[in-house]
Protein backbone atom coordinates (compact mmCIF):
# COMPACT_ATOMS: atom_id res chain seq x y z
CA UNK A 1 0.00 0.00 0.00
CA UNK A 2 2.98 2.46 0.97
CA UNK A 3 4.78 1.78 -2.35
CA UNK A 4 1.18 2.47 -4.19
CA UNK A 5 0.83 5.75 -2.37
CA UNK A 6 4.58 6.67 -3.48
CA UNK A 7 4.13 6.06 -6.59
CA UNK A 8 0.38 7.93 -6.94
CA UNK A 9 2.20 10.65 -5.23
CA UNK A 10 5.38 10.38 -7.67
CA UNK A 11 2.49 10.32 -10.86
CA UNK A 12 0.84 13.68 -9.35
CA UNK A 13 1.94 16.39 -11.55
CA UNK A 14 3.69 19.42 -9.18
CA UNK A 15 1.92 22.70 -9.89
CA UNK A 16 4.07 25.64 -10.88
CA UNK A 17 2.95 29.08 -9.00
CA UNK A 18 1.76 31.02 -11.24
CA UNK A 19 1.99 34.82 -12.04
CA UNK A 20 -0.93 37.17 -10.78
CA UNK A 21 -3.52 38.01 -12.99
CA UNK A 22 -2.89 41.65 -14.27
CA UNK A 23 -5.19 44.21 -13.99
CA UNK A 24 -7.28 45.42 -16.70
CA UNK A 25 -6.51 48.97 -16.43
CA UNK A 26 -2.91 50.52 -16.97
CA UNK A 27 -1.50 51.50 -13.77
CA UNK A 28 0.49 54.41 -14.98
CA UNK A 29 -2.09 55.66 -16.78
CA UNK A 30 -5.47 54.32 -14.74
CA UNK A 31 -8.63 55.71 -17.45
CA UNK A 32 -6.28 53.58 -20.32
CA UNK A 33 -6.43 49.97 -20.71
CA UNK A 34 -3.42 48.47 -20.45
CA UNK A 35 -1.71 47.50 -23.80
CA UNK A 36 -1.69 43.81 -24.63
CA UNK A 37 1.65 43.30 -25.03
CA UNK A 38 2.56 44.60 -21.73
CA UNK A 39 1.91 41.21 -20.00
CA UNK A 40 4.13 41.67 -17.15
CA UNK A 41 6.69 39.70 -17.64
CA UNK A 42 9.11 42.35 -18.25
CA UNK A 43 10.49 44.09 -14.65
CA UNK A 44 9.21 47.94 -14.60
CA UNK A 45 5.83 47.14 -16.55
CA UNK A 46 3.40 49.46 -15.17
CA UNK A 47 1.35 49.80 -18.79
CA UNK A 48 2.87 52.06 -19.74
CA UNK A 49 2.58 52.83 -23.39
CA UNK A 50 -0.43 55.75 -24.54
CA UNK A 51 0.64 55.68 -27.93
CA UNK A 52 0.94 51.90 -28.97
CA UNK A 53 4.47 51.46 -29.74
CA UNK A 54 4.68 47.55 -28.72
CA UNK A 55 2.10 45.85 -30.54
CA UNK A 56 3.93 42.14 -30.15
CA UNK A 57 6.03 40.84 -27.83
CA UNK A 58 8.71 41.21 -30.17
CA UNK A 59 8.09 44.78 -30.25
CA UNK A 60 8.20 44.64 -26.01
CA UNK A 61 11.39 42.85 -26.41
CA UNK A 62 13.25 45.39 -28.86
CA UNK A 63 11.88 48.60 -27.38
CA UNK A 64 13.35 47.07 -23.39
CA UNK A 65 16.61 46.51 -24.93
CA UNK A 66 16.86 50.34 -26.33
CA UNK A 67 15.52 51.46 -22.82
CA UNK A 68 18.04 48.87 -20.74
CA UNK A 69 20.60 50.06 -23.14
CA UNK A 70 19.71 53.90 -22.95
CA UNK A 71 19.25 53.34 -18.73
CA UNK A 72 22.93 51.76 -18.04
CA UNK A 73 24.25 55.03 -20.06
CA UNK A 74 22.38 57.37 -18.34
CA UNK A 75 23.49 55.76 -14.88
CA UNK A 76 27.16 55.82 -16.06
CA UNK A 77 26.31 59.84 -17.58
CA UNK A 78 24.48 61.02 -14.19
CA UNK A 79 27.74 60.08 -12.11
CA UNK A 80 30.29 60.90 -14.80
CA UNK A 81 29.09 64.47 -15.72
CA UNK A 82 29.12 65.71 -11.91
CA UNK A 83 32.28 64.22 -11.46
CA UNK A 84 34.01 65.57 -14.76
CA UNK A 85 33.04 69.20 -13.19
CA UNK A 86 34.42 68.25 -10.05
CA UNK A 87 38.17 66.75 -11.34
CA UNK A 88 38.63 68.09 -15.27
CA UNK A 89 40.69 70.17 -14.34
CA UNK A 90 42.67 69.07 -11.99
CA UNK A 91 43.66 65.49 -13.58
CA UNK A 92 44.05 67.71 -16.76
CA UNK A 93 46.89 70.13 -14.93
CA UNK A 94 48.54 67.18 -13.72
CA UNK A 95 48.95 65.35 -17.40
CA UNK A 96 49.39 68.88 -19.00
CA UNK A 97 46.29 69.40 -20.86
CA UNK A 98 43.54 71.43 -21.65
CA UNK A 99 40.62 71.27 -19.50
CA UNK A 100 37.38 70.40 -21.51
CA UNK A 101 35.59 71.83 -18.44
CA UNK A 102 34.76 75.58 -19.65
CA UNK A 103 35.19 78.81 -16.90
CA UNK A 104 31.90 77.94 -15.92
CA UNK A 105 32.79 74.66 -14.61
CA UNK A 106 30.06 73.52 -17.11
CA UNK A 107 30.28 69.84 -18.73
CA UNK A 108 30.62 69.43 -22.84
CA UNK A 109 27.20 68.45 -24.20
CA UNK A 110 25.23 69.50 -27.56
CA UNK A 111 23.82 72.12 -25.81
CA UNK A 112 26.43 73.81 -23.60
CA UNK A 113 29.15 72.96 -26.90
CA UNK A 114 33.17 72.24 -25.99
CA UNK A 115 32.40 68.93 -27.81
CA UNK A 116 35.09 69.45 -30.49
CA UNK A 117 38.18 69.87 -27.77
CA UNK A 118 37.47 66.13 -26.90
CA UNK A 119 40.09 64.35 -28.60
CA UNK A 120 39.07 62.01 -32.12
CA UNK A 121 41.03 59.06 -30.00
CA UNK A 122 37.97 59.00 -27.55
CA UNK A 123 35.57 59.07 -30.04
CA UNK A 124 37.10 56.21 -31.88
CA UNK A 125 37.19 54.34 -28.63
CA UNK A 126 33.55 54.92 -28.24
CA UNK A 127 32.47 53.76 -31.32
CA UNK A 128 34.87 50.08 -31.26
CA UNK A 129 33.83 49.67 -27.45
CA UNK A 130 30.09 50.00 -28.35
CA UNK A 131 30.26 47.65 -31.61
CA UNK A 132 32.42 45.16 -29.40
CA UNK A 133 29.34 45.07 -26.38
CA UNK A 134 27.01 45.06 -29.24
CA UNK A 135 28.32 42.43 -31.05
CA UNK A 136 28.56 40.41 -27.67
CA UNK A 137 25.02 41.59 -26.65
CA UNK A 138 23.96 39.51 -30.00
CA UNK A 139 25.79 36.34 -29.49
CA UNK A 140 24.35 35.96 -25.97
CA UNK A 141 21.08 36.27 -27.22
CA UNK A 142 21.66 33.93 -30.09
CA UNK A 143 22.82 31.60 -27.98
CA UNK A 144 20.91 31.71 -24.74
CA UNK A 145 17.50 30.19 -24.18
CA UNK A 146 16.95 31.90 -21.40
CA UNK A 147 18.16 35.49 -22.91
CA UNK A 148 15.89 38.57 -21.78
CA UNK A 149 16.09 42.44 -22.69
CA UNK A 150 19.60 43.50 -21.36
CA UNK A 151 20.99 39.94 -19.92
CA UNK A 152 24.52 39.76 -20.97
CA UNK A 153 25.91 37.28 -18.28
CA UNK A 154 28.61 40.78 -17.10
CA UNK A 155 28.83 39.72 -13.21
CA UNK A 156 32.50 39.86 -12.03
CA UNK A 157 31.44 40.73 -8.42
CA UNK A 158 29.29 38.22 -8.44
CA UNK A 159 26.24 40.38 -7.20
CA UNK A 160 23.56 38.68 -9.36
CA UNK A 161 21.37 36.71 -7.26
CA UNK A 162 20.28 33.04 -7.82
CA UNK A 163 16.79 33.42 -6.97
CA UNK A 164 14.00 34.07 -9.44
CA UNK A 165 11.96 36.55 -6.60
CA UNK A 166 15.76 38.54 -6.13
CA UNK A 167 16.52 38.65 -9.75
CA UNK A 168 13.31 40.05 -10.58
CA UNK A 169 13.84 42.51 -7.51
CA UNK A 170 17.45 43.59 -9.29
CA UNK A 171 16.25 43.81 -12.56
CA UNK A 172 13.21 46.25 -11.19
CA UNK A 173 15.93 48.22 -9.16
CA UNK A 174 17.82 48.60 -12.15
CA UNK A 175 15.28 49.71 -14.63
CA UNK A 176 13.98 52.30 -11.92
CA UNK A 177 16.95 53.66 -11.29
CA UNK A 178 17.99 53.86 -15.07
CA UNK A 179 14.93 55.72 -15.67
CA UNK A 180 15.33 58.50 -13.24
CA UNK A 181 19.31 58.66 -14.37
CA UNK A 182 17.62 59.20 -18.17
CA UNK A 183 15.44 62.03 -16.54
CA UNK A 184 18.11 63.48 -14.61
CA UNK A 185 21.13 63.84 -17.08
CA UNK A 186 18.59 65.10 -19.48
CA UNK A 187 17.80 67.79 -16.41
CA UNK A 188 21.80 68.03 -16.27
CA UNK A 189 21.94 69.62 -19.92
CA UNK A 190 19.26 71.70 -19.89
CA UNK A 191 19.68 73.04 -16.37
CA UNK A 192 23.24 74.43 -17.60
CA UNK A 193 22.13 75.68 -20.74
CA UNK A 194 20.00 77.69 -19.32
CA UNK A 195 21.61 78.65 -15.94
CA UNK A 196 24.96 79.11 -17.80
CA UNK A 197 26.49 77.39 -14.23
CA UNK A 198 27.72 74.05 -13.64
CA UNK A 199 25.39 71.88 -11.84
CA UNK A 200 28.04 71.36 -9.14
CA UNK A 201 28.14 75.03 -8.23
CA UNK A 202 24.35 75.27 -8.61
CA UNK A 203 24.19 72.88 -5.57
CA UNK A 204 27.77 72.91 -4.01
CA UNK A 205 27.03 71.43 -0.70
CA UNK A 206 26.07 68.45 -2.90
CA UNK A 207 28.66 67.59 -4.69
CA UNK A 208 31.38 69.15 -3.07
CA UNK A 209 32.70 68.16 0.19
CA UNK A 210 31.07 70.32 2.94
CA UNK A 211 33.99 72.49 4.21
CA UNK A 212 34.47 73.77 0.57
CA UNK A 213 30.68 74.44 0.25
CA UNK A 214 30.50 76.31 3.28
CA UNK A 215 33.51 78.42 2.46
CA UNK A 216 32.23 79.61 -0.79
CA UNK A 217 28.68 80.20 0.74
CA UNK A 218 30.41 82.13 3.25
CA UNK A 219 32.76 84.91 0.47
CA UNK A 220 29.74 84.92 -1.31
CA UNK A 221 27.92 86.52 1.67
CA UNK A 222 24.56 83.81 2.11
CA UNK A 223 26.14 82.43 5.25
Keep these: ?9 AATPVEEPQEPPQPKMSESIPFMLRPAALDGSLAGDV ?16 YREAEIKHARLAMLAAAGWPLSELFDKNIAKVFRLSP ?7 APSVL ?3 LGKVPPLFWISVILGTGLI ?8 RA ?17 PTETKDQKWMQQAEIKNGRLA ?8 FQEFVSKTGV ?24
Excluded: C, H
Excluded at 54 to 61: G, I, P, Q, V, Y
Excluded at 100 to 106: A, E, N
Excluded at 208 to 215: D, G, R, T
Design 1 to 9: VGVAMKMAD
Design 47 to 62: GFDPLGFAKTKEDLWN
Design 100 to 106: LIDSSDR
Design 112 to 114: NGG
Design 134 to 141: EFYALSQR
Design 144 to 160: NYEYFPGKLNFDPLDLY
Design 182 to 189: MIAITAFA
Design 200 to 223: IDETPIFFKPLSIAFQEQANTGYL
